[in-house]
């Protein structure tokens, strides 16, 4: 990329300091791994860490540049995210948890309620989410929490729990019921300052304690009556359900980059030069890996700039991403723990017990801002349209192309264009036969193939999702069905990154003769194939050949602490 070493993701990451390894003494220089380490162990929140963070000014990345904050661009706030997590996901999750309590604001809040929010956020307050309640969890339909209608405002009474930044927070935004179960818009958002809620009204609940994340203020509120005025309310009376999934778009998207950061640190960690790299198939598994880390990159990168080029997609988009990222991290985690053995889960192995801290920490991930099995849920729910669509192959050719223009200044985001369903599909998905006919693909024999047989995968897909019927339970098929469609999203991204970009980078190891998308295409081939019902294709010479050279090249950049990814950043 043209601008990594002015990037701001550059300048956090030298602000953060080295990440040293432990040396054959036991010591070590990573003073920000130190913080995250002794923090884990203490369950206390990584304030010294997030003093730093503060001090780079990364809270200003969560606030819309109408309101003074520093940038619109997702990709740069997704690559800050992800220079953070490669070190510390639960230090990522932290601080960046102001973003999702904000993103309610930002689409539907009036001037004055922006102005108050922004002011907040840049003096860098946190901001919390309260969404969840401990009887219903994501079902935010059902959510028992009220604001009845009291004296010209509301009254809140109810639980949300949990909530990050739960105690933290000098601002909540809170999902309530505002009327019957029964009407079609039953619940409304609120902007909750805490310290204007009268005494006596509401009760702090206590920090929950976690397997993993064990950093994080996690706690929960009660409300007991709590007086708030009518200007508490966040767009009009029940939208409440609305603008909370719209904002979910935004920040399920953003989650994906603690995926990248959490495997790219398992990575780096494994592929550093030791013994175990000695074993017979090492090389394999870490080229593997890296090649399913690229995959989740690809997606990752392209799902963020379609947040301002494909807006009106991103039901589909950030579901997709939300889900398709950590399940990859959470393979590449997996294989790398069993190549380490018994050191995986040491507090003392590699990185002073990093690798068993960043694997229970983003065991959880999956689960923010909706569950995997949520956002299939919501896949499935479109499967019609996006079968029909696929088919056919129609998409935004100019919207594509910002997705896939990495690097380059987007558009403006346009929040008026976020809906709860696409009407166009998913343009990656369906520009998927024009890319596998570009000339840049083309001009490959063995990527030119691969990417024919993902197309045939992706209309194969098609017509088992058209056969699926809308229901309230949909069966298991169909989600596996989901998953094979967040496989060939991934795919699709990795052809339309190298389309654009493929023969500017031809000098770069893992650019050349196109290691890396030959890799990620392979690595995906074989999952996707179990989903749709085909056998596992047995490994093609050609994939040995592939997966042998980016091991050497992998080997090689971990040992300087160069890029491990195709669009990723020396550490």
Known sequence: M?????APEAVLDAALGDRAQATAAGATTMTTWRWSADGDRAEAYPSEYSARLDAFGLHRYYAPPEWGGASDDHEVMLRLWRTVARRDLAATVAHGKTYLGTAPVWIAAQPEQAATVAAAVLSGAPVGCALSEPEHGADLVNGSVTATAHDGGFRLDGVKWPINNGTRSTHLTVLARTADASTARSHSMFLIERAALPPGSWRQLPKVHTHGLRTLDLSGIEFSGARIPASALLGAEGTGIEIALKSLQLTRTMCAAMSLGAAEHALRLVAEP?????????????????????????????????????????????????????????????????????????????????????????????????????????????????????????????????????????RRLDRALLSLASRTGCSVLQGLADVAASDPVRADPGLARQAAGLHAAALQLSALMSQVRPAPRPPMAAYELAAAYELCFAGAACLHLWSARGSSRVGEPLWQDGLWVRAALYALSGPLAELLGEPRPAPSPDERRIFGRL???????????????????AL
Do not use: Y
């Open 2 to 6: 043209n601008r990594v070493s002015a």
């Open 274 to 410: 030791g013994p175990r790299l000695d074993e017979p198939g090492a090389g394999h598994v870490v080229a593997r890996c890296a090649a399913l880390l690229a995959a989740a990159e690809a997606a990752t990168l392209v799902g963020a700039r379609s947040v301002h080029g494909l807006t009106g997609e991103l039901s589909v988009t950030s579901a997709v991403v939300k889900s398709v990222a950590p399940a990859l991290a959470d393979r590449v985690i997996r294989e790398l723990a069993e190549l380490l053995g018994p050191q995986a889960w040491s507090m003392d192995g590699p990185g002073l017990g990093a690798f068993q801290k960043l694997a229970r920490d983003h065991d959880v991930v999956s689960v923010f801002d909706g569950s995997t099995p949520v956002n299939r849920a919501s896949l499935i729910g479109q499967f019609p349209r996006l079968a029909r669509r696929l088919a056919s192959g129609e998409h935004d050719d100019d919207g594509l192309a910002e997705a896939a223009a990495i690097g380059a200044p987007p």
């Open 551 to 569: 091991s050497t090249v992998i080997l090689a950049a971990a040992a300087d602490s160069g890029p491990v990814t195709p669009f990723g950043t």
